[in-house]
Each structure stands twice: as C-alpha cells, then as structure tokens.
C-alpha cells in the first residue's frame, strides 16, 4: 500500500505538512483546530477551501517516517508564521 505525505495549504496561506499511511483522499491531517481558528473570522470560516497537495510517497512506512520531518523542516512549516506543525519545534 502507498504512503504519502501531503502539504495542506489554508486560505490565509499557511501551510500543515503529514503523512496517511493509508493514502485516504478525505484524511487532511491532524492539525489542531483552534491554531487554525484562531486565524480566521467567523465570517471566513463559513466559506473555507483548503489545498491538499500529496508531495512525496513511498512503499516503506519507515522513509515516511523519517522523510515528514525533513519536509517540514523544508517548508518551514513548524514556523508559527509559516504553518500549523508544531512538531519539531521551531527554533528561532
């Protein structure tokens, strides 16, 4: 079964970066709800269109594992003013 890791891009164009280990289309992560409320209105969240880009897959849970943080060091994702990981934490 495929693996992947996808790069989830929000409105505001902050970006989350995963993994599914199951390839499911409707999976967008596990991102947590309030750092991403917080940057948006009421009004905003009524009408929300995320991106889900897959960017890397592999057969091996293991490359997957190890590849997830080197991406989100890539994309600076784990930067407060960049995206929603918090793992691993950014340092300054």
């Given amino acids: ?6 790069k989830i891009t ?3 164009g902050k970006i989350y970066i995963g993994k599914d280990l199951t390839n499911t289309l409707t999976y967008f ?3 947590k709800s309030k750092h991403v409320e917080n940057d948006f209105t009421e009004e905003e969240m009524k009408d929300f269109t995320i991106r889900k880009e897959i960017i ?4 091996s ?3 997957i594992n190890k590849i997830e943080s ?3 060091l890539k994309f600076q994702s784990n930067n407060p003013e960049v995206g929603y990981n918090k793992w691993p934490k950014f340092k300054n």
């Fill in 10 to 12: 929000y409105p505001n």
């Fill in 70 to 72: 080197q991406l989100i």
């Fill in 1 to 6: 079964m495929k693996k992947v890791i996808y």
């Fill in 56 to 59: 890397y897959e592999s057969k």
């Fill in 29 to 31: 992560g596990s991102v």
């Fill in 61 to 63: 849970k293991e490359e």
